[in-house]
């Protein structure tokens, strides 16, 4: 049974595309068609790469019409063979308006910010999907994405990016969350129908959240509660992504606590894979130093276990960037993974401690609602009461109460914690280690504001950039190249 065969969670549009007007295949043909690739799935390449200590690369790209899409990942493989590729979706389909993204699609596809996979159709899908050696992932943002999933795995897609929690708080305001978590819950069932064919469709969970300043017991815990109503309805392989906050020890720290959160959490037999997402805040504009980030980003993502990094480019702090600056940020990624680089390694007694209470605090924010007989109802109850949070979110179904602030190294606290229930040692280590930033009680909100601002400015600063001038463009690429050349979205999230 199909996805889009049970009944909605939400409304949905009225209009479907004419190019989803015909048929979609089963989930037995689905499965038949992603056989026949003759290619690895996602699942694969990430276990592979798993077991030979490698990390594998995945860019963000997207663009709106069907043959620049092509040339786009045509272009991307051909220069930089990254291991698994992406189709970034558009705003409108994201958000269910497949009418209006089939009339963008139409009349002015360049002004579309991704590909309109449910406009464009499956059959152009697994053109796509036949075009390229790698496995394709959907990454989205959407708090519903059946339909959009029902076509992704007739193109033959076996990644899909996302989560009831994950993909609706950060992006979503008015969208309960009951709603975005009984949806999801459709999207995994039929993982688990497609596991029963033999296609093992691998369910990356959005941890990075709201991007910025997320504190690492945050977006794992919600990534455990996401990961195990994922399991209980099917889902065979999961994995867990984490933004890069900056910080090596705690960075390292987060992506090793994703292993043993999955043997405490999760069944057995599922595979479990951690993602880092290169940084995802303010990003410096001197190519030199964008680089030095980006290869400090790969190299946390190997000395933390990563099966796989999701990179940046050079261009960021500049918008979108090109397709050249794609291809530059994976070949210089992949730098990590060379041998000679054997001899970088992190304090691994520091990295323990670290661990040890992101642990801590993960237990304390997950346990009570996992003994609960109901977990969606409970996840939906801890957010209305704050005993779940995330930061700076614009959703109505979280508060947003909780103010994070770096510490003096740089690792990212919890200055205030709203009503998370965590134990008094947690918070009294929260509220020691930024004695030296704020001093002790609660800054005042200019204090606040300021310190707020830097932390999120953290490597601009860092590299002790000026302010940019207005008019500047990105380096590398001048502002009659950049209109010519296909561009691949930098998402600012997924």
């Known amino acids: 049974m199909s996805v889009t065969s049970v009944p909605s969670a939400g409304a949905r549009s009225a209009t479907v595309p004419l190019a989803c007007s015909t048929s979609l295949p089963t989930p037995s043909q689905s499965a038949a068609y992603i056989a026949s690739l003759g290619k690895p799935t996602a699942a694969e ?19 709106g019409g069907h043959e620049e899409m092509k040339r786009l990942l045509a272009t991307l493989e051909e220069e930089a063979r990254p291991d698994l590729l992406t189709l970034t979706i558009d705003s409108h389909t994201r958000l269910k ?3 209006e993204a089939r009339r963008t699609l139409h009349l002015r596809p360049a002004d579309l910010n991704g590909y309109p996979l449910v406009a464009h159709g499956w059959q152009r899908g697994r053109e796509l999907n036949e075009l390229i050696d790698a496995p394709l992932e959907i990454r989205h943002g959407s708090p519903d994405a059946r339909l959009l999933f029902d ?15 994950s993909y609706n708080l950060p992006y979503s305001k008015a969208v309960p969350l009951a709603e975005s978590l009984t949806a999801w819950q459709d999207v995994d069932r039929a993982c688990g129908e497609l596991a029963e064919h033999g296609v093992i469709v691998d369910r990356e969970l959005f941890g990075t959240l709201t991007a910025v300043l997320v504190p690492p017991s945050i977006s794992l815990a919600i990534s455990v509660l996401e990961a195990v109503l994922a399991t209980r309805a099917g889902v065979r392989c999961v994995s867990v992504a984490y933004p890069q906050g900056g910080h090596l020890v705690q960075d390292v720290a987060a992506l090793r606590s994703i292993p043993v959160l999955a043997e405490r959490y999760l069944p057995a037999g599922v595979k479990v894979h951690a993602v880092l997402h290169e940084f995802m805040g303010v990003f410096p504009r001197e190519r030199g130093n964008a680089e030095d980030l980006i290869l400090y ?12 990094l999701i990179t940046k480019t050079y261009q960021e702090a500049y918008g979108i960037p090109d397709t050249a600056a794609n291809v530059a940020g994976l070949r210089l990624a992949d730098r990590a993974n060379s041998p000679l680089l054997d001899f970088v390694t992190v304090d691994d007694g520091r990295v323990t401690e670290e661990q040890r209470w992101i642990l801590d605090e993960v237990a304390d924010l997950v346990e009570p609602l996992l003994q609960r007989p109901d977990l969606i109802e409970a996840v939906v ?11 700076f979110s614009a959703s109505r179904s979280a508060r947003s109460d909780i103010i994070p602030r770096r510490d003096a190294t740089g690792a990212i606290r919890y200055r205030t914690v709203g009503a998370l229930p965590f134990a008094p040692a947690r918070l009294r280590r929260n509220e020691e280690l930024l004695h030296a ?27 002790r950039e000026s302010e940019p001038h207005t008019g500047a463009h990105a380096p ?4 009659t190249a950049a209109a010519a050349t296909p561009t691949a979205p930098g998402e600012s999230r997924n």
Do not use: H, N, W
Not at 155 to 164: A, L, N, Y
């Open 297 to 308: 980003g790969a190299l946390a993502a190997r000395l933390g276990g990563a099966s796989k």
């Open 381 to 391: 109850e801890a957010f209305a009461e704050g005993r779940l949070d995330i930061p």
């Open 45 to 63: 390449i990430l276990q592979d790469c798993k077991d030979r200590g490698r990390v594998a690369l995945q860019p963000r790209c997207g663009v």
């Open 437 to 463: 930033v704020d001093g002790p009680g609660e800054p005042g909100i200019d204090t606040l504001m300021a310190g707020l601002t830097g932390d999120i400015d953290y490597f601009r600063r860092l590299f």
């Open 97 to 99: 308006r497949f009418g």
């Open 476 to 479: 590398g690429r001048s502002r």
């Open 151 to 165: 076509v992704s795995v007739a193109s033959g897609i076996t990644s899909f990016e996302g989560g009831g929690i």
